[in-house]
């Protein structure tokens, strides 16, 4: 699906900005409505849906239990 968003959690990625979770909700709502800008009529649905999964992803991300990285034997 999404190949342009990029995977916004530990290991993969650090110091995640708001902006890199809301250029990811973005691309999804993007596309999943096949729209790359809304008609005039739909910008407010558009944009609270980017704000909808935005808020969905930041929760996602702050709820994450990740296991601790391996511990390296000396």
Same mark, same amino acid.
């Given at each position: 699906?999404?190949?342009?968003?990029?995977?916004?959690?530990?290991?993969?990625?650090?110091?995640?900005?708001?902006?890199?979770?809301?250029?990811? +909700?973005?691309?999804?709502?993007?596309?999943?409505?096949?729209?790359? +800008?809304?008609?005039?009529?739909?910008?407010?649905?558009?944009?609270?849906?980017?704000?909808?999964?935005?808020?969905?992803?930041?929760?996602?991300?702050?709820?994450?239990?990740?296991?601790?990285?391996?511990?390296?034997?000396?």
């Amino acid at each position: 699906m999404c190949r342009s968003i990029k995977t916004l959690r530990e290991p993969y990625t650090s110091d995640v900005t708001d902006d890199d979770v809301k250029a990811a +909700a973005l691309q999804y709502v993007r596309k999943i409505s096949g729209f790359r +800008a809304p008609s005039a009529r739909n910008t407010e649905a558009f944009e609270r849906a980017v704000e909808a999964v935005a808020a969905a992803t930041s929760s996602l991300l702050d709820e994450l239990q990740l296991k601790p990285p391996a511990r390296e034997h000396p």
